[in-house]
Protein backbone atom coordinates (compact mmCIF):
# COMPACT_ATOMS: atom_id res chain seq x y z
CA UNK A 1 0.00 0.00 0.00
CA UNK A 2 2.76 2.28 -1.11
CA UNK A 3 2.42 5.80 -2.04
CA UNK A 4 4.89 6.19 -5.18
CA UNK A 5 3.03 5.05 -8.58
CA UNK A 6 4.23 3.03 -10.99
CA UNK A 7 6.72 3.65 -13.44
CA UNK A 8 6.51 1.43 -16.22
CA UNK A 9 5.56 1.82 -19.68
CA UNK A 10 2.36 1.71 -21.06
CA UNK A 11 0.82 2.01 -24.09
CA UNK A 12 -0.84 5.93 -24.90
CA UNK A 13 -4.28 6.49 -23.81
CA UNK A 14 -6.48 6.76 -27.34
CA UNK A 15 -7.43 10.01 -28.32
CA UNK A 16 -10.68 11.94 -28.50
CA UNK A 17 -12.17 10.21 -32.21
CA UNK A 18 -10.96 12.17 -34.65
CA UNK A 19 -13.42 13.06 -37.69
CA UNK A 20 -16.69 12.94 -36.06
CA UNK A 21 -15.16 15.15 -33.13
CA UNK A 22 -15.92 14.43 -29.43
CA UNK A 23 -19.47 14.17 -28.21
CA UNK A 24 -20.32 16.63 -25.94
CA UNK A 25 -20.75 14.43 -22.87
CA UNK A 26 -17.51 13.04 -23.13
CA UNK A 27 -16.06 16.21 -23.73
CA UNK A 28 -17.56 17.25 -20.32
CA UNK A 29 -16.45 14.11 -18.60
CA UNK A 30 -12.39 14.89 -19.95
CA UNK A 31 -12.87 18.40 -18.84
CA UNK A 32 -14.28 17.58 -15.37
CA UNK A 33 -11.83 14.72 -14.57
CA UNK A 34 -9.11 17.99 -15.62
CA UNK A 35 -11.03 19.96 -13.01
CA UNK A 36 -10.49 17.62 -10.56
CA UNK A 37 -6.60 17.07 -11.17
CA UNK A 38 -6.42 21.23 -11.10
CA UNK A 39 -8.07 21.21 -7.60
CA UNK A 40 -4.55 19.03 -5.92
CA UNK A 41 -2.34 21.04 -8.50
CA UNK A 42 -3.57 24.45 -7.55
CA UNK A 43 -3.60 23.87 -3.70
CA UNK A 44 -0.02 22.23 -4.12
CA UNK A 45 0.67 25.94 -6.09
CA UNK A 46 -1.02 28.31 -3.86
CA UNK A 47 0.45 26.15 -0.56
CA UNK A 48 4.05 26.62 -1.94
CA UNK A 49 3.52 30.16 -2.97
CA UNK A 50 2.03 31.69 0.41
CA UNK A 51 4.48 29.70 2.68
CA UNK A 52 7.82 31.36 0.70
CA UNK A 53 5.83 34.77 0.43
CA UNK A 54 5.34 34.82 3.90
CA UNK A 55 8.66 33.02 5.07
CA UNK A 56 10.93 34.75 2.81
CA UNK A 57 11.85 37.53 4.76
CA UNK A 58 13.53 35.70 8.15
CA UNK A 59 15.04 33.19 5.94
CA UNK A 60 18.36 34.43 7.19
CA UNK A 61 21.38 33.33 9.32
CA UNK A 62 19.10 33.63 12.53
CA UNK A 63 17.67 30.20 11.89
CA UNK A 64 19.87 28.13 12.32
CA UNK A 65 21.90 30.28 14.62
CA UNK A 66 19.97 31.08 16.96
CA UNK A 67 18.04 28.81 19.74
CA UNK A 68 13.79 29.67 20.00
CA UNK A 69 13.21 33.16 21.97
CA UNK A 70 10.35 34.93 23.37
CA UNK A 71 11.17 37.70 21.23
CA UNK A 72 10.44 36.43 17.51
CA UNK A 73 13.23 39.02 16.04
CA UNK A 74 15.69 36.58 17.98
CA UNK A 75 14.53 33.19 17.56
CA UNK A 76 15.72 30.37 15.60
CA UNK A 77 15.61 26.83 15.42
CA UNK A 78 19.01 25.73 15.84
CA UNK A 79 18.25 23.69 18.19
CA UNK A 80 15.28 21.87 16.21
CA UNK A 81 17.31 21.37 13.14
CA UNK A 82 20.34 19.85 15.25
CA UNK A 83 17.42 17.77 17.04
CA UNK A 84 16.25 16.63 14.05
CA UNK A 85 19.16 15.32 12.79
CA UNK A 86 20.09 13.36 15.49
CA UNK A 87 16.40 11.92 15.83
CA UNK A 88 16.36 10.73 12.11
CA UNK A 89 19.95 9.32 12.56
CA UNK A 90 19.23 7.49 15.74
CA UNK A 91 15.89 6.08 13.87
CA UNK A 92 17.62 4.96 10.70
CA UNK A 93 19.65 3.34 12.98
CA UNK A 94 17.05 1.43 14.66
CA UNK A 95 15.11 0.88 12.01
CA UNK A 96 16.82 -0.07 9.05
CA UNK A 97 18.57 -3.41 10.01
CA UNK A 98 15.53 -4.60 11.76
CA UNK A 99 13.10 -3.91 8.22
CA UNK A 100 15.81 -5.30 5.83
CA UNK A 101 15.84 -8.46 7.91
CA UNK A 102 12.57 -9.15 8.40
CA UNK A 103 12.24 -7.91 4.69
CA UNK A 104 15.01 -10.98 4.00
CA UNK A 105 13.37 -13.55 6.84
CA UNK A 106 9.94 -12.56 5.09
CA UNK A 107 10.91 -13.44 1.05
CA UNK A 108 13.43 -15.70 1.24
CA UNK A 109 13.04 -17.93 4.62
CA UNK A 110 9.73 -18.30 5.55
CA UNK A 111 6.86 -20.49 4.55
CA UNK A 112 3.75 -18.52 2.94
CA UNK A 113 1.56 -21.15 4.44
CA UNK A 114 2.63 -21.06 7.94
CA UNK A 115 0.14 -19.74 10.46
CA UNK A 116 3.01 -17.50 12.44
CA UNK A 117 3.79 -16.11 8.81
CA UNK A 118 0.88 -15.41 7.26
CA UNK A 119 0.04 -13.13 10.79
CA UNK A 120 3.44 -11.45 10.79
CA UNK A 121 2.01 -10.40 6.88
CA UNK A 122 -0.88 -9.02 7.88
CA UNK A 123 0.19 -7.07 11.27
CA UNK A 124 2.57 -5.58 8.63
CA UNK A 125 -0.46 -4.10 6.25
CA UNK A 126 -2.22 -3.49 9.41
CA UNK A 127 0.29 -1.38 11.07
CA UNK A 128 1.48 0.25 8.29
CA UNK A 129 -2.02 1.80 8.20
CA UNK A 130 -2.19 2.72 12.27
CA UNK A 131 -2.47 6.29 13.05
CA UNK A 132 1.12 7.81 13.88
CA UNK A 133 -0.76 9.37 16.97
CA UNK A 134 -1.37 5.70 18.42
CA UNK A 135 2.55 5.52 17.77
CA UNK A 136 2.65 8.18 20.66
CA UNK A 137 0.98 6.94 22.71
CA UNK A 138 2.77 3.42 22.36
CA UNK A 139 5.45 5.46 23.27
CA UNK A 140 4.39 7.31 26.04
CA UNK A 141 2.73 4.64 27.24
CA UNK A 142 5.11 1.61 26.84
CA UNK A 143 8.65 2.90 26.28
CA UNK A 144 8.48 6.14 28.44
CA UNK A 145 6.30 4.87 31.43
CA UNK A 146 6.60 1.28 31.85
CA UNK A 147 10.06 0.49 30.79
CA UNK A 148 11.18 3.63 32.43
CA UNK A 149 13.02 4.79 29.49
CA UNK A 150 11.92 8.68 30.08
CA UNK A 151 10.97 11.97 27.44
CA UNK A 152 14.16 11.79 25.72
CA UNK A 153 16.13 10.94 22.25
CA UNK A 154 15.81 7.57 22.77
CA UNK A 155 12.04 7.08 23.08
CA UNK A 156 11.27 9.45 20.24
CA UNK A 157 13.79 7.37 17.87
CA UNK A 158 12.03 4.05 18.80
CA UNK A 159 8.91 5.17 18.64
CA UNK A 160 9.74 7.02 15.17
CA UNK A 161 11.25 3.50 13.91
CA UNK A 162 8.21 0.98 14.70
CA UNK A 163 6.62 4.20 13.20
CA UNK A 164 8.68 4.00 9.77
CA UNK A 165 9.49 0.07 10.27
CA UNK A 166 6.44 -0.92 8.01
CA UNK A 167 7.58 1.10 5.06
CA UNK A 168 10.89 -0.07 5.13
CA UNK A 169 9.99 -3.86 5.25
CA UNK A 170 7.50 -3.13 2.31
CA UNK A 171 10.07 -1.65 0.27
CA UNK A 172 12.77 -3.47 0.94
CA UNK A 173 10.62 -6.69 0.45
CA UNK A 174 9.64 -5.61 -3.31
CA UNK A 175 13.48 -5.03 -4.11
CA UNK A 176 14.07 -8.51 -2.77
CA UNK A 177 11.56 -9.88 -4.92
CA UNK A 178 12.50 -8.36 -7.97
CA UNK A 179 15.68 -9.82 -7.79
CA UNK A 180 15.26 -13.08 -10.40
CA UNK A 181 15.35 -16.20 -8.85
CA UNK A 182 17.61 -17.43 -11.65
CA UNK A 183 20.20 -15.62 -9.93
CA UNK A 184 19.82 -17.12 -6.67
CA UNK A 185 19.29 -20.67 -8.22
CA UNK A 186 22.57 -20.12 -9.85
CA UNK A 187 24.37 -19.31 -6.55
CA UNK A 188 23.21 -21.95 -4.94
CA UNK A 189 24.08 -24.47 -7.72
CA UNK A 190 27.27 -23.63 -7.08
CA UNK A 191 27.56 -24.49 -3.64
CA UNK A 192 27.06 -21.56 -1.55
CA UNK A 193 24.95 -21.98 1.03
CA UNK A 194 21.27 -19.99 1.61
CA UNK A 195 22.88 -16.88 3.49
CA UNK A 196 25.93 -16.83 1.34
CA UNK A 197 23.42 -16.73 -1.36
CA UNK A 198 21.40 -13.44 0.12
CA UNK A 199 24.67 -11.76 1.38
CA UNK A 200 26.63 -11.91 -1.99
CA UNK A 201 24.21 -12.01 -4.41
CA UNK A 202 20.60 -11.31 -3.94
CA UNK A 203 21.28 -8.20 -1.38
CA UNK A 204 23.88 -5.99 -3.39
CA UNK A 205 21.19 -6.55 -6.41
CA UNK A 206 18.26 -5.29 -4.04
CA UNK A 207 20.33 -2.12 -2.49
CA UNK A 208 19.01 0.31 -4.78
CA UNK A 209 15.70 -0.61 -4.08
CA UNK A 210 16.33 -0.92 -0.49
CA UNK A 211 17.88 2.25 -0.36
CA UNK A 212 15.11 4.00 -2.30
CA UNK A 213 12.74 2.69 0.40
CA UNK A 214 14.47 4.17 3.38
CA UNK A 215 14.80 7.22 1.92
CA UNK A 216 11.42 7.73 2.00
CA UNK A 217 10.81 5.72 5.34
CA UNK A 218 13.02 8.54 6.91
CA UNK A 219 11.88 11.32 5.02
CA UNK A 220 8.56 10.47 6.44
CA UNK A 221 10.02 10.16 10.07
CA UNK A 222 11.44 13.65 9.35
CA UNK A 223 7.65 15.46 8.86
CA UNK A 224 6.41 13.35 12.04
CA UNK A 225 4.90 15.78 14.85
CA UNK A 226 2.43 14.01 16.28
CA UNK A 227 4.11 11.20 18.20
CA UNK A 228 6.56 13.62 19.57
CA UNK A 229 3.83 15.77 20.97
CA UNK A 230 3.26 12.84 23.45
CA UNK A 231 6.93 12.19 23.89
CA UNK A 232 7.77 15.19 26.00
CA UNK A 233 9.28 17.12 22.71
CA UNK A 234 6.15 19.59 23.40
CA UNK A 235 8.38 22.16 25.54
CA UNK A 236 10.59 24.51 24.37
CA UNK A 237 13.93 22.93 24.28
CA UNK A 238 16.74 25.86 23.66
CA UNK A 239 19.60 24.02 23.51
CA UNK A 240 21.26 21.23 21.34
CA UNK A 241 20.81 17.43 22.24
CA UNK A 242 24.05 16.22 24.04
CA UNK A 243 23.35 12.28 24.04
CA UNK A 244 20.72 9.58 24.04
CA UNK A 245 18.59 10.55 27.08
CA UNK A 246 18.97 14.63 26.34
CA UNK A 247 16.02 16.27 25.72
CA UNK A 248 15.51 17.40 22.24
CA UNK A 249 13.55 19.28 20.06
CA UNK A 250 12.46 18.68 16.33
CA UNK A 251 11.78 20.75 13.26
CA UNK A 252 8.15 19.93 12.70
CA UNK A 253 7.84 20.06 16.28
CA UNK A 254 9.22 23.78 16.29
CA UNK A 255 7.23 24.88 13.72
CA UNK A 256 3.47 23.76 15.55
CA UNK A 257 4.93 25.63 18.44
CA UNK A 258 5.58 28.63 16.81
CA UNK A 259 2.09 28.53 14.73
CA UNK A 260 0.34 27.89 18.03
CA UNK A 261 1.48 31.69 19.41
CA UNK A 262 -0.55 34.47 18.41
CA UNK A 263 2.13 36.89 16.97
CA UNK A 264 2.19 37.15 12.89
CA UNK A 265 5.86 37.45 13.62
CA UNK A 266 6.11 34.12 14.27
CA UNK A 267 3.85 32.71 11.94
CA UNK A 268 6.57 34.48 9.35
CA UNK A 269 9.07 32.35 11.53
CA UNK A 270 7.07 29.00 11.17
CA UNK A 271 7.25 29.94 7.86
CA UNK A 272 11.02 30.44 7.62
CA UNK A 273 11.52 26.79 9.05
CA UNK A 274 8.76 25.11 6.78
CA UNK A 275 10.27 26.47 3.54
CA UNK A 276 13.81 24.55 5.02
CA UNK A 277 11.74 21.58 6.21
CA UNK A 278 10.20 21.68 2.80
CA UNK A 279 13.62 22.00 0.88
CA UNK A 280 15.39 19.21 2.71
CA UNK A 281 12.51 16.71 2.06
CA UNK A 282 12.47 17.72 -1.36
CA UNK A 283 15.92 16.66 -1.64
CA UNK A 284 15.36 13.89 0.05
CA UNK A 285 12.98 12.47 -2.24
CA UNK A 286 14.38 13.57 -5.29
CA UNK A 287 17.14 11.20 -4.38
CA UNK A 288 15.41 8.25 -3.66
CA UNK A 289 14.09 8.54 -7.24
CA UNK A 290 17.55 9.26 -8.76
CA UNK A 291 18.47 6.36 -7.08
CA UNK A 292 15.78 4.25 -8.22
CA UNK A 293 15.83 5.92 -12.22
CA UNK A 294 19.77 5.44 -12.25
CA UNK A 295 20.50 2.10 -10.50
CA UNK A 296 17.91 -0.46 -10.57
CA UNK A 297 18.54 -2.70 -13.59
CA UNK A 298 16.85 -4.62 -15.86
CA UNK A 299 17.26 -7.98 -15.12
CA UNK B 1 37.66 -38.97 4.17
CA UNK B 2 36.89 -41.05 7.89
CA UNK B 3 33.56 -38.23 8.64
CA UNK B 4 32.18 -39.11 5.67
CA UNK B 5 30.89 -42.87 6.25
CA UNK B 6 29.49 -45.06 3.70
CA UNK B 7 25.54 -46.36 4.58
CA UNK B 8 25.54 -49.76 4.13
CA UNK B 9 22.28 -50.29 2.61
CA UNK B 10 21.03 -54.35 2.82
CA UNK B 11 21.57 -54.76 -0.91
CA UNK B 12 25.19 -54.11 0.10
CA UNK B 13 25.57 -50.98 -2.22
CA UNK B 14 27.13 -48.07 -0.60
CA UNK B 15 25.17 -44.78 -0.15
CA UNK B 16 27.23 -41.36 1.00
CA UNK B 17 25.10 -38.74 2.79
CA UNK B 18 25.08 -35.81 0.54
CA UNK B 19 24.26 -34.16 3.78
CA UNK B 20 27.05 -32.53 6.00
CA UNK B 21 27.42 -34.43 9.13
CA UNK B 22 27.38 -31.88 11.91
CA UNK B 23 24.68 -28.92 10.92
CA UNK B 24 25.83 -25.03 9.60
CA UNK B 25 25.77 -23.33 12.91
CA UNK B 26 26.15 -20.12 10.89
CA UNK B 27 22.91 -20.65 9.14
CA UNK B 28 20.73 -21.69 12.03
CA UNK B 29 22.31 -18.68 14.05
CA UNK B 30 21.32 -16.25 11.02
CA UNK B 31 17.74 -17.47 10.49
CA UNK B 32 16.93 -17.19 14.17
CA UNK B 33 18.46 -13.63 14.03
CA UNK B 34 16.11 -12.99 11.04
CA UNK B 35 13.05 -14.51 12.46
CA UNK B 36 13.53 -12.14 15.48
CA UNK B 37 13.89 -8.90 13.53
CA UNK B 38 10.16 -10.20 12.18
CA UNK B 39 8.58 -10.57 15.53
CA UNK B 40 9.62 -7.13 15.89
CA UNK B 41 6.48 -6.26 14.35
CA UNK B 42 4.48 -8.48 16.40
CA UNK B 43 6.11 -7.02 19.42
CA UNK B 44 4.85 -3.44 18.20
CA UNK B 45 1.00 -4.47 17.86
CA UNK B 46 1.43 -6.50 21.22
CA UNK B 47 2.68 -2.85 22.53
CA UNK B 48 0.06 -1.19 21.47
CA UNK B 49 -3.17 -2.97 22.09
CA UNK B 50 -0.85 -3.25 25.93
CA UNK B 51 -0.30 0.39 26.32
CA UNK B 52 -4.08 1.05 26.34
CA UNK B 53 -5.49 -2.00 28.15
CA UNK B 54 -4.27 -1.14 31.46
CA UNK B 55 -5.06 2.62 31.93
CA UNK B 56 -8.57 1.97 29.78
CA UNK B 57 -9.24 -0.18 32.68
CA UNK B 58 -7.93 1.20 35.05
CA UNK B 59 -10.43 3.94 33.90
CA UNK B 60 -13.26 2.17 34.04
CA UNK B 61 -13.20 0.12 37.19
CA UNK B 62 -10.68 1.63 39.16
CA UNK B 63 -11.99 5.54 38.73
CA UNK B 64 -15.75 4.52 38.74
CA UNK B 65 -16.13 6.36 35.27
CA UNK B 66 -18.81 4.45 33.80
CA UNK B 67 -18.81 3.13 29.77
CA UNK B 68 -21.81 4.38 29.53
CA UNK B 69 -21.19 7.65 30.18
CA UNK B 70 -18.09 7.64 28.30
CA UNK B 71 -19.89 6.37 24.79
CA UNK B 72 -22.97 8.24 25.30
CA UNK B 73 -22.10 11.32 27.30
CA UNK B 74 -22.39 14.73 25.26
CA UNK B 75 -19.81 16.72 27.73
CA UNK B 76 -16.53 16.39 26.85
CA UNK B 77 -14.55 17.97 30.31
CA UNK B 78 -11.95 15.56 32.03
CA UNK B 79 -9.46 18.05 32.19
CA UNK B 80 -11.93 20.14 34.80
CA UNK B 81 -12.09 20.74 38.51
CA UNK B 82 -15.50 18.90 38.38
CA UNK B 83 -15.14 16.33 35.11
CA UNK B 84 -17.04 14.91 32.92
CA UNK B 85 -16.43 12.19 30.29
CA UNK B 86 -18.65 11.63 27.87
CA UNK B 87 -16.66 11.43 24.55
CA UNK B 88 -19.16 11.80 21.87
CA UNK B 89 -18.50 15.66 21.51
CA UNK B 90 -15.16 13.80 20.12
CA UNK B 91 -16.41 11.78 17.98
CA UNK B 92 -18.99 13.64 16.48
CA UNK B 93 -15.87 16.09 15.53
CA UNK B 94 -14.23 13.86 13.79
CA UNK B 95 -16.90 12.47 12.23
CA UNK B 96 -17.85 15.84 11.25
CA UNK B 97 -14.75 16.59 9.83
CA UNK B 98 -13.61 13.25 7.90
CA UNK B 99 -17.32 13.76 6.23
CA UNK B 100 -16.10 16.95 4.42
CA UNK B 101 -12.42 15.69 4.39
CA UNK B 102 -13.75 12.57 2.26
CA UNK B 103 -16.30 14.63 0.49
CA UNK B 104 -13.49 16.36 -1.47
CA UNK B 105 -10.59 13.27 -0.97
CA UNK B 106 -12.80 10.96 -2.85
CA UNK B 107 -14.15 12.22 -6.56
CA UNK B 108 -11.21 14.16 -6.94
CA UNK B 109 -9.05 11.51 -5.88
CA UNK B 110 -10.93 9.19 -7.97
CA UNK B 111 -10.96 11.13 -10.54
CA UNK B 112 -7.52 12.05 -10.62
CA UNK B 113 -7.22 8.83 -10.50
CA UNK B 114 -9.15 7.85 -13.94
CA UNK B 115 -7.36 10.27 -15.42
CA UNK B 116 -3.95 8.93 -15.01
CA UNK B 117 -5.29 5.93 -15.38
CA UNK B 118 -7.24 6.07 -18.56
CA UNK B 119 -6.19 9.53 -20.38
CA UNK B 120 -2.99 10.81 -19.80
CA UNK B 121 -0.51 10.58 -22.18
CA UNK B 122 3.06 9.54 -21.19
CA UNK B 123 4.20 12.94 -21.16
CA UNK B 124 1.40 13.99 -18.76
CA UNK B 125 1.79 11.02 -16.62
CA UNK B 126 5.62 11.99 -16.10
CA UNK B 127 4.43 15.20 -14.67
CA UNK B 128 1.93 14.57 -12.69
CA UNK B 129 2.76 11.98 -10.98
CA UNK B 130 5.70 13.70 -8.98
CA UNK B 131 3.53 16.32 -8.56
CA UNK B 132 1.08 13.68 -5.96
CA UNK B 133 4.18 12.53 -4.49
CA UNK B 134 5.38 16.13 -3.58
CA UNK B 135 1.47 16.62 -2.34
CA UNK B 136 1.93 13.18 -1.00
CA UNK B 137 5.12 14.36 0.80
CA UNK B 138 4.60 17.38 2.65
CA UNK B 139 4.25 17.02 6.15
CA UNK B 140 0.88 17.95 7.80
CA UNK B 141 2.19 20.27 10.08
CA UNK B 142 2.68 22.28 6.70
CA UNK B 143 -1.20 21.79 5.96
CA UNK B 144 -2.12 22.98 9.16
CA UNK B 145 -0.18 25.95 9.17
CA UNK B 146 -2.12 26.67 6.19
CA UNK B 147 -5.59 25.97 7.14
CA UNK B 148 -5.21 27.96 9.67
CA UNK B 149 -3.27 31.60 7.75
CA UNK B 150 -4.49 31.09 4.94
CA UNK B 151 -7.61 28.74 4.44
CA UNK B 152 -9.76 29.97 7.32
CA UNK B 153 -9.35 34.10 7.23
CA UNK B 154 -9.94 32.86 3.05
CA UNK B 155 -13.53 31.76 4.34
CA UNK B 156 -13.96 34.23 6.58
CA UNK B 157 -13.58 36.73 3.58
CA UNK B 158 -15.84 34.71 1.19
CA UNK B 159 -18.68 32.91 3.20
CA UNK B 160 -22.06 35.55 3.95
CA UNK B 161 -21.81 36.73 7.35
CA UNK B 162 -24.43 34.42 8.91
CA UNK B 163 -22.06 31.86 8.07
CA UNK B 164 -18.90 33.04 9.70
CA UNK B 165 -16.11 30.91 10.50
CA UNK B 166 -14.54 31.18 13.42
CA UNK B 167 -11.13 31.22 13.91
CA UNK B 168 -10.55 28.00 14.83
CA UNK B 169 -13.52 25.99 13.13
CA UNK B 170 -13.63 22.57 11.36
CA UNK B 171 -13.85 23.37 8.12
CA UNK B 172 -11.38 24.62 7.05
CA UNK B 173 -9.41 21.32 8.87
CA UNK B 174 -11.68 19.40 6.98
CA UNK B 175 -10.74 20.89 3.38
CA UNK B 176 -7.08 20.35 3.54
CA UNK B 177 -7.34 17.72 4.89
CA UNK B 178 -9.47 16.57 2.05
CA UNK B 179 -6.77 17.57 -0.41
CA UNK B 180 -4.08 15.92 2.13
CA UNK B 181 -5.46 12.54 1.63
CA UNK B 182 -5.81 13.33 -2.00
CA UNK B 183 -2.54 11.45 -2.92
CA UNK B 184 -3.78 8.65 -1.27
CA UNK B 185 -6.93 7.61 -2.74
CA UNK B 186 -6.01 8.47 -6.11
CA UNK B 187 -2.88 6.35 -5.51
CA UNK B 188 -4.40 3.30 -4.63
CA UNK B 189 -7.54 3.78 -6.99
CA UNK B 190 -4.76 3.68 -9.79
CA UNK B 191 -3.42 0.98 -8.85
CA UNK B 192 -7.07 -1.17 -9.07
CA UNK B 193 -7.78 0.48 -12.35
CA UNK B 194 -4.36 -0.47 -13.90
CA UNK B 195 -4.65 -4.27 -12.52
CA UNK B 196 -7.81 -4.60 -15.01
CA UNK B 197 -6.72 -6.30 -18.04
CA UNK B 198 -6.41 -4.29 -21.42
CA UNK B 199 -8.46 -7.00 -23.05
CA UNK B 200 -11.61 -4.96 -21.42
CA UNK B 201 -10.78 -1.91 -22.95
CA UNK B 202 -9.96 -3.25 -26.17
CA UNK B 203 -13.28 -4.89 -26.68
CA UNK B 204 -15.20 -1.82 -25.50
CA UNK B 205 -13.43 0.57 -27.99
CA UNK B 206 -13.63 -1.99 -30.35
CA UNK B 207 -17.69 -1.79 -30.32
CA UNK B 208 -17.24 2.10 -30.69
CA UNK B 209 -17.56 3.22 -26.76
CA UNK B 210 -15.37 6.96 -25.95
CA UNK B 211 -13.12 6.81 -23.37
CA UNK B 212 -15.60 8.27 -20.83
CA UNK B 213 -17.72 5.38 -21.35
CA UNK B 214 -15.51 2.52 -21.40
CA UNK B 215 -13.88 4.26 -17.93
CA UNK B 216 -16.81 5.03 -16.50
CA UNK B 217 -18.84 1.51 -17.70
CA UNK B 218 -16.44 -1.04 -18.07
CA UNK B 219 -12.69 -0.20 -15.99
CA UNK B 220 -14.16 1.83 -12.68
CA UNK B 221 -16.92 -1.14 -11.86
CA UNK B 222 -14.06 -3.76 -13.30
CA UNK B 223 -12.05 -2.66 -10.18
CA UNK B 224 -14.62 -1.48 -7.93
CA UNK B 225 -13.72 -3.54 -5.16
CA UNK B 226 -10.04 -1.77 -5.48
CA UNK B 227 -11.03 1.86 -5.35
CA UNK B 228 -13.80 0.79 -2.11
CA UNK B 229 -10.47 -0.46 -0.46
CA UNK B 230 -8.97 2.76 -1.36
CA UNK B 231 -11.82 5.07 0.00
CA UNK B 232 -11.84 3.33 2.84
CA UNK B 233 -7.85 3.96 3.28
CA UNK B 234 -8.71 7.51 2.60
CA UNK B 235 -11.34 7.56 5.39
CA UNK B 236 -9.27 5.64 8.04
CA UNK B 237 -6.52 8.20 7.54
CA UNK B 238 -8.89 10.90 8.00
CA UNK B 239 -9.66 9.85 11.21
CA UNK B 240 -6.21 9.51 12.31
CA UNK B 241 -4.63 12.26 11.33
CA UNK B 242 -3.75 14.70 14.33
CA UNK B 243 -1.60 17.99 13.09
CA UNK B 244 -4.46 19.49 11.02
CA UNK B 245 -7.31 19.29 13.34
CA UNK B 246 -4.75 20.45 16.12
CA UNK B 247 -3.69 23.60 14.52
CA UNK B 248 -7.01 24.40 12.99
CA UNK B 249 -9.78 22.85 14.10
CA UNK B 250 -9.00 24.48 18.15
CA UNK B 251 -8.91 22.55 21.00
CA UNK B 252 -12.62 23.10 22.56
CA UNK B 253 -14.63 20.39 22.24
CA UNK B 254 -18.56 21.74 20.73
CA UNK B 255 -20.72 19.07 20.35
CA UNK B 256 -22.59 20.00 17.08
CA UNK B 257 -22.64 19.12 13.47
CA UNK B 258 -21.55 22.68 12.53
CA UNK B 259 -18.60 22.48 11.08
CA UNK B 260 -18.18 26.59 11.00
CA UNK B 261 -17.13 26.54 15.46
CA UNK B 262 -14.09 24.52 17.18
CA UNK B 263 -14.40 20.90 16.88
CA UNK B 264 -11.83 19.12 18.90
CA UNK B 265 -11.24 15.61 17.12
CA UNK B 266 -10.06 12.96 19.25
CA UNK B 267 -6.69 12.82 17.91
CA UNK B 268 -6.55 16.73 19.06
CA UNK B 269 -7.79 16.02 22.60
CA UNK B 270 -5.04 13.25 22.61
CA UNK B 271 -2.20 15.75 21.38
CA UNK B 272 -3.73 18.38 23.59
CA UNK B 273 -3.60 16.00 27.11
CA UNK B 274 -0.70 14.13 25.73
CA UNK B 275 1.59 16.81 25.68
CA UNK B 276 0.71 18.74 29.01
CA UNK B 277 1.85 17.69 31.69
CA UNK B 278 -0.63 14.97 33.09
CA UNK B 279 0.64 12.48 36.15
CA UNK B 280 0.70 9.32 35.41
CA UNK B 281 -1.81 7.36 36.75
CA UNK B 282 -4.33 10.51 37.03
CA UNK B 283 -7.42 9.96 35.46
CA UNK B 284 -6.86 12.57 33.21
CA UNK B 285 -3.70 10.59 31.34
CA UNK B 286 -5.93 7.50 32.03
CA UNK B 287 -8.34 9.31 29.10
CA UNK B 288 -5.36 9.84 26.85
CA UNK B 289 -5.48 5.89 26.55
CA UNK B 290 -8.94 5.78 26.49
CA UNK B 291 -9.88 7.73 23.84
CA UNK B 292 -6.70 6.19 22.06
CA UNK B 293 -8.58 3.15 21.97
CA UNK B 294 -11.56 4.41 21.13
CA UNK B 295 -9.70 5.77 17.82
CA UNK B 296 -7.37 2.55 17.33
CA UNK B 297 -10.40 0.28 17.07
CA UNK B 298 -12.00 2.64 14.80
CA UNK B 299 -9.23 2.59 12.22
CA UNK B 300 -8.29 -0.44 12.70
CA UNK B 301 -11.59 -2.21 12.04
CA UNK B 302 -11.48 -0.07 8.59
CA UNK B 303 -8.51 -0.55 7.86
CA UNK B 304 -8.98 -4.57 8.17
CA UNK B 305 -11.79 -4.20 5.91
CA UNK B 306 -9.77 -2.54 3.41
CA UNK B 307 -6.97 -5.16 3.72
CA UNK B 308 -9.90 -7.67 2.74
CA UNK B 309 -10.98 -6.00 -0.21
CA UNK B 310 -7.63 -5.16 -2.16
CA UNK B 311 -6.91 -9.04 -1.52
CA UNK B 312 -10.22 -9.72 -2.85
CA UNK B 313 -9.31 -7.65 -6.02
CA UNK B 314 -6.17 -8.92 -6.39
CA UNK B 315 -7.10 -12.54 -7.12
CA UNK B 316 -9.97 -11.71 -9.23
CA UNK B 317 -7.20 -11.34 -11.93
CA UNK B 318 -4.31 -13.28 -10.83
Do not use: C, H
Given at each position: ?????????????????????????????????????????????V????????????????????????????????????????????????????????????????????????????????????????????????????????????????????????????????????????????????????????????????????????????????????????????????????????????????????????????????????????????????????????????? | ?????????????????????????????????????????????????????????????????????????????????????????????????????????????????????????????????????????????????????FVTPLLQAVL????????????S??????????????????????????????????????????????????????????????????????????????????????????????????????????????????????????????????????????????????
Amino acid sequence: MSITFDTTERAPAPSPLKGRGERPLDRAFRYLLLAALGVGLVFLAVLLTYVTVRGWSRLDARLWQNFPSRLPSRAGAQSAIVGTIWLIALTALWVLPTGILTAIYLEEYADPERRINRIIELNIQNLAAVPSIVFGILGLGILARTLGLGFNLLTASLTLALLVLPVVIIASREAIRAVPNSIRLGSLALGATRWQTIWRQVLPAAVPGMATGAILALSRAMGEAAPLLLLGAATSVAFNPDGLFSAYSALPLQIYQWVSLPQAAFAELASAAIITLLVVLLIMNSLAIFIRQKFSRRW
Amino acid sequence: MTATTANLSAAGTARRSLRRDRPRYGELAVQGLLFLAALVSIATTIGIVLSFVAPTVELFTGRGVSLREFLTGTDWGPLFAQPTYGVLPLVVATLVITVIAVAVAIPVGLMTAIYLSEYAGPRARKFLKPTLEVLAGIPTVVFGFFALQFVTPLLQAVLPGSQYPKIFNGLSAGLVMGVMIIPTVASLSEDALSAVPRSLRDGAFALGSSSRQVSTRVVVPAALSGIVAAFVLGISRAIGETMIVTIAAGSQPNFTLNPLVSLQTMTAFIAQAGSGDAPVGSTAYDTIFAVGSLLFLMTLALNIVSIRLVRKYREVYE
